[in-house]
């Protein structure tokens, strides 16, 4: 099945710095979401990107659909102690409803 | 608005033990899911409802059976618990946006199989 490779896997960084992280498919897909997942909660949808070179923003969030179609990034900028958390990317494919999700990246942000 | 719903958020089970995770979403979606996440492995998914009245297997359906009881509800259920099956189970639901699916998220349960 697809597979989707999330990198870094965890992150520990200062108040103030910028993030990046990234995901990357064997296959392409038409679809890329990013969720952040507090502790004991459930993922919540952050960005959806839709087509290739795709560029959104949600506040300091930024996230790219990469030409290929087989790779996504995200930037939090200026970071901030609630941005700790995980965060996931997933990846829809060019048929159907299913999501494959990365492993996801572990912020932690110090004060 | 509650979104999506789940019942229970904790519960501890003995091996052999039988119970159902229920879940509901309000936001008249059509497509429902039922994940697991265990560390460091992501969210697999488990069985999937594309629209009231289907379900199909997900990545790893083995030791579980679904019921989409109407387009609401999606209950998940362990005949015969195993420890392997400790783990974070959440039920999503979606919608279609014209070019894809975005998937909501419950808040999850907790279940430990002793």
């Known amino acids: 099945g697809q597979q989707l490779n999330q990198s870094p896997q965890s992150m520990f960084i200062q108040e103030g710095e910028d993030v990046s992280m990234n995901c990357t498919s064997s296959?392409?897909?038409?679809?890329w979401l990013w969720y952040k997942q507090e502790p004991g909660e459930g993922p919540v949808l952050l960005i959806a990107?839709?087509?290739?070179?795709e560029l959104t923003s949600n506040g300091r969030l930024t996230a790219q659909f990469g030409i290929t179609r087989k790779d996504s990034f995200l930037n939090i900028s200026a970071s901030i102690p609630s941005d700790v958390g995980i965060y996931f990317c997933?990846?829809?494919?060019?048929?159907?409803?299913?999501?494959?999700f990365g492993e996801g990246t572990q912020l932690t942000v110090n004060p | 608005n509650a979104g999506v719903t789940q019942t229970p958020k904790f519960q501890v089970l003995k091996t052999g033990q039988s119970m159902t995770l229920q879940c509901a979403q309000d936001?008249?979606?059509?497509?429902m899911y039922w994940y697991r996440q265990d560390p460091g492995m992501g969210l697999r998914l488990i069985y999937y409802?594309?629209?009231?009245?289907?379900?199909d297997k997900g990545e790893v359906p083995n030791g579980y059976n679904v019921s989409r009881l109407n387009k609401r509800e999606f209950s998940l259920r362990l005949e015969s618990a195993a420890p392997s099956q400790t783990s974070v189970y959440f039920c999503?639901?979606?919608?279609?946006?014209?070019?894809?699916?975005?998937?909501?998220f419950g808040p999850g349960t907790r279940l430990t199989v002793t």
């Open positions: 997933a990846g829809q494919e060019t048929s159907g409803s299913r999501l494959t």
């Open positions: 999503a639901s979606s919608i279609y946006r014209g070019l894809s699916y975005e998937q909501y």
């Open positions: 296959s392409i897909f038409n679809t």
């Open positions: 990107l839709y087509k290739a070179g």
């Open positions: 936001m008249n979606h059509n497509s």
């Open positions: 409802s594309a629209s009231e009245g289907t379900t």
